[in-house]
């Protein structure tokens, strides 16, 4: 009976030494995940891969910019109209004609004097044509104001606008006097008669 007794009670003690071992166990295993959980932060099971989430920000960057990128360039194109590289273009050589018009009425007075114009109204009637033909040079416009006053009594139709618009066409003065009613060996003489007045006028300054 004693022997019996002292049989329960170890085995009593073996169950719970083999409890109280199953239970330390678990305990650090549970220890184990969380500081593992806690350390790895972004690594955690239920989070994004590594890297995914700046890619993410890029593309929801790129979604948020699209009105003020692609849409907002393509609007700024569509509202530029004179601002146009094109536009600019035109108006960048008009500016640069201009200011050459000016240095050359300083310099040579006489361009004007020697047609009874006053300097400033010939200044203003070549940034009027510029505006129209930005590429008129100003000694295109002095010539075709010269022409119309040597051949416009005999030729009415032969006025400084239409010498300007035959210009601005891509014509030559000559072709455009030409087509103007005279002949070639006329068109050659007037031309060839007006050089030489500008020329004069150029020396006198």
């Known amino acids: 009976m004693g022997h019996k007794k002292l049989s329960a009670i170890g085995a009593i003690f073996v169950s719970l030494a083999f ?36 890619d993410r920000g890029i593309g929801r960057s790129s ?4 009105g003020r990128a692609d849409a907002g360039r393509g609007n700024a194109s569509d509202r530029s109209n004179g601002r146009s590289d094109a536009g ?19 310099k040579h007075p006489n361009l004007a004097n020697d047609m009874h114009v006053n300097a400033n109204d010939l200044r203003a009637g070549y940034k009027a044509a510029l505006a129209v033909n ?34 601005a066409n891509g014509d030559s003065i000559g072709k455009t006097l030409q087509n103007l009613g005279l002949s070639k060996d006329q ?12 020329k004069e006028s150029k020396r006198k300054s």
């Open 19 to 54: 409890v109280i071992a199953m239970g330390t166990t678990a305990a650090a295993q549970g220890r184990g995940r969380g500081a593992g959980g806690g350390g790895g932060g972004g690594a955690s099971p239920g989070g994004p891969p590594s890297g995914v989430g700046v």
């Open 88 to 106: 600019l273009e035109r108006a960048r050589m008009a500016s640069n004609n201009l200011k050459a018009a000016d240095d050359d009425l300083r």
């Open 63 to 66: 979604d948020a910019s699209a």
């Open 187 to 198: 068109a050659k003489s007037a031309t060839r008669r007006v050089d030489e007045e500008i």
């Open 134 to 167: 930005p590429n008129l040079k100003f000694g295109q416009f002095v010539a075709a104001t010269r022409l119309a006053r040597n051949l416009g009594r005999r030729n009415p139709n032969i006025t400084r606008a239409a010498i300007l618009a035959g210009l």
